[in-house]
Each structure stands twice: as structure tokens, then as C-alpha cells.
């Protein structure tokens, strides 16, 4: 029995025990763990073969942390980054959003994934669908906020995975745009200011002197004097509106009541409504916001006063403050607005009017950009026209 007892014991340390430790390796390389290591079972052949499962499983845990760092920190820096990121699946819908991708879309953190590319809001899919690996288009939206979209790919178990960036590229264009009229604007101004007013001085001058012409031209020199220094004040007032664009301040900040600023706006208006016919419809609530109260007024102001112009006569301008996210709405029922108006309305100089010099918007574009809030001119589904400011 002793014989016997030892020769089980050489029997499962030639044999037994190294097919358990082959056994427990591959049961670890199935349940891919590579943490835990094999200790030696004093045969040559099986030792040499732990330690090269130890030296690999070791390489391969290595390779593992390495790799989910990596991720991680793509991860982190994917969720920080200002554009917005959309990478899609083999079916060409979007499997995963950054933070500024939701903001972007208006999106909910708890929105279900994935999302089907044609549910994003207008006109994102419309603009994005041609896009295809290796493309950069540009992108505007409501006539201010303009996009770089690029589209690249990257390899997913064996499948190209597309993804979309989109960076918002609207102050660096706006900045470069105020850079190239700025200088004409000042140069023009200096110079007319400086002709109107010398031109006016002698034209002063002669009208001083006209008591001295015959009685039957006087009234007519007169009369042909006033008129040229009326078109001449007229000129240096519409050069002095396109200097106001370039010497608007910086804002002013400070913790006011907006609809206690609309209120006034309002007011001052009153008698504009009720020669034009116009009902206002108002639903305020409190609005608590930082910003330039004047800078403020000065876009209230500009926003009604075309609304008005809109309608003309008989019709509705309906002015709204909504609590989530907190924004303003003002809509009127007036002609209405063409897409290619809606996407030039911002842009410096440009008016629909006949006598109009494209400033009141520029003025307001400039003023919100400046307080960092989010605006869009456009048309509702009951044929309106409405200007939202958000501002959160």
C-alpha cells in the first residue's frame, strides 16, 4: 500500500498535475484573464511552457491596461472636445454623441441609443447626407451660425466605421468679416464727415450771403442751398448709422429682468401698434439674465420695429418668454420670409427694404454674439415669422 501510495503521488506529478495546470491555462485564456499566473510543476518541458504562458499572459495584461488607458483618455477627450462628434454603425446610424453634439442637436442626455441619422432637427440631415470619407463642406445655419462638417472613417473589427466632426467656425468668420469692413467703414466716414462739413460751411456761407443776389433769383439760390445741406446732413447720418456697427462697445454686464426691458420696449411702441392695427399678444414671466440692459433695449427695439414693417397693417405680433431652456420668442404675421432672405438677413448690409441699409440686424447679430446668446431668425409651421434668442 505504501509502494502504491507513492507511485500515485509520482503518477499525478508526471501526469496529473500538468494537465490541470494546462487545463486552468486554457480555462484563463477563455475567460481572457490575464492577471493570474501559473506556478511551476518541476517537469522541464511543462515549466518551460508555464513560463512562457506567465510571460505572455503578463505581455498581454500589459497590452490591456495600455489599451483601456488609451480609450479612456479618448473617451475623456472625445466628451471635452467643442466640436460635435457623431460616429455611426454599419447602418449608417448614429451610435454615439458627444456632450456638444447634444447641445448642438438639442438632444437629452437620455436619449436612446442609436438614432436614426434622418431624426436629427432640419436641416442637419439634409446638409450632412452628401458627406461622404474624406469630404469638408460648410455649413449655415439660419442665416448666422456657420459649420465646418468634415467625415472620416476608422477600422471597427474589421469594418469602417464612418464619424462626422462639426466645429463652429461663426466668430472666426464674423471677426474676419468686421476686419475687412472695419477699416472702409472709418476710412469712408472720416472722409465724408470731413467733405459734408466743409461743403456745408461755404454753402452756409453763400446762403448768409444771398441778400446781396437779385430778388429774382435769391429764393431759388435759397431754396437750392437748403436742399443740398438737407441731402448733405442726410449723407453724414448715413454714414454715421454704418460707423455705429464698427463702434459698438463691448457689453456692460449686469444681473437684470429682460421682461421688465421688453415691458418698456413695449410701451414705447404703443402708439405704433394702434395706428398699424396691430394686437400684441404677451405671455411673460420674470426672465433673470446677465447682460447690457441699453444693448439689450437697442435689440428689442430693432426686432419690434421690423415685425412692424412686416405687418405693415392688421395683423399680430405675439411675444413670449419660455421657461425651459429659458428664451425669448417674438413672432409676427407679416409677408413672411423667402429661405434665401432668412440665410442673408445677417449678413452685413444686406435689406429686403428699398430705403434699407442692412444695419439693424448686423447691430443686433453683433450684440448678441457678444453676450455669447444663441439666436435664429426664422419661419414657424403656422407661417410665422419668429426671432428666438436663448439664453442658456
Request: proline residues 5%.
Amino acid at each position: 500500500m505504501l509502494l502504491s501510495l507513492v507511485l500515485f503521488i509520482m503518477l499525478y506529478n508526471q501526469l496529473v498535475k500538468p494537465i490541470n495546470t494546462i487545463s486552468s491555462a486554457l480555462n484563463l485564456l477563455k475567460e481572457k484573464d490575464f492577471s493570474t499566473r501559473l506556478s511551476p510543476v518541476n517537469q522541464k518541458e511543462i515549466d518551460q511552457l508555464v513560463e512562457v504562458y506567465n510571460s505572455m499572459s503578463e505581455q498581454m495584461h500589459h497590452e490591456r491596461v495600455e489599451h483601456e488607458e488609451k480609450n479612456l483618455f479618448l473617451e475623456l477627450l472625445i466628451d471635452a472636445s467643442p466640436a460635435a462628434i457623431l460616429v455611426f454603425n454599419g447602418q449608417y446610424n448614429i451610435e454615439r454623441l458627444n456632450p456638444a453634439a447634444r447641445k448642438l442637436f438639442d438632444l437629452e442626455e437620455n436619449a436612446r441609443m442609436p438614432i436614426a441619422f434622418l431624426k436629427l432637427p432640419a436641416p442637419w440631415p439634409e446638409k450632412l447626407k452628401p458627406l461622404q470619407p474624406g469630404q469638408v463642406i460648410s455649413v449655415r445655419i439660419d442665416g448666422v451660425r456657420q459649420f465646418k462638417a468634415s467625415c472620416s472613417s476608422f477600422m471597427d473589427k474589421g469594418f469602417a466605421r464612418p464619424f462626422i466632426i462639426i466645429e463652429e467656425m461663426t466668430r472666426e468668420l464674423i471677426r474676419a468679416e468686421r476686419q475687412s469692413y472695419e477699416k472702409v467703414i472709418r476710412m469712408m466716414s472720416h472722409e465724408v464727415n470731413n467733405s459734408v462739413g466743409a461743403v456745408n460751411s461755404v454753402m452756409q456761407s453763400v446762403l448768409s450771403l444771398s441778400g446781396q443776389f437779385e430778388e429774382s433769383m435769391r429764393e431759388e439760390v435759397s431754396h437750392a442751398l437748403r436742399v443740398s445741406m438737407d441731402r448733405n446732413t442726410s449723407l453724414n447720418r448715413f454714414m454715421s448709422n454704418f460707423a455705429d456697427v464698427v463702434k459698438l462697445p463691448l457689453p456692460q454686464i449686469k444681473d437684470i429682468d429682460l421682461t421688465l426691458v421688453l415691458q418698456k420696449t413695449i410701451d414705447l411702441y404703443q402708439t405704433e401698434f394702434d395706428f398699424h392695427h396691430i394686437e400684441i399678444k404677451q405671455d411673460l414671466l420674470p426672465c433673470p439674465i446677465k447682460a447690457d440692459p441699453i444693448q439689450m433695449e437697442q435689440v428689442l427695439v430693432n426686432i419690434i420695429k421690423n415685425s412692424i414693417e412686416a405687418i405693415e397693417s392688421d395683423g399680430t405680433i405675439t411675444i413670449r418668454i419660455l421657461k425651459k431652456p429659458l428664451s425669448l420668442s417674438i413672432a409676427d404675421s407679416g409677408q413672411g420670409l423667402s429661405d434665401v432672405t432668412i440665410l442673408n438677413l445677417f449678413t452685413p448690409f444686406y435689406s429686403t427694404k428699398k430705403t434699407g441699409q442692412g444695419i439693424g440686424l448686423t447691430v443686433v447679430r453683433e450684440i448678441l454674439l457678444n453676450h455669447g446668446f444663441q439666436f435664429k431668425l426664422h419661419r414657424t409651421p403656422g407661417n410665422l415669422t419668429e426671432f428666438m434668442i436663448r439664453f442658456e
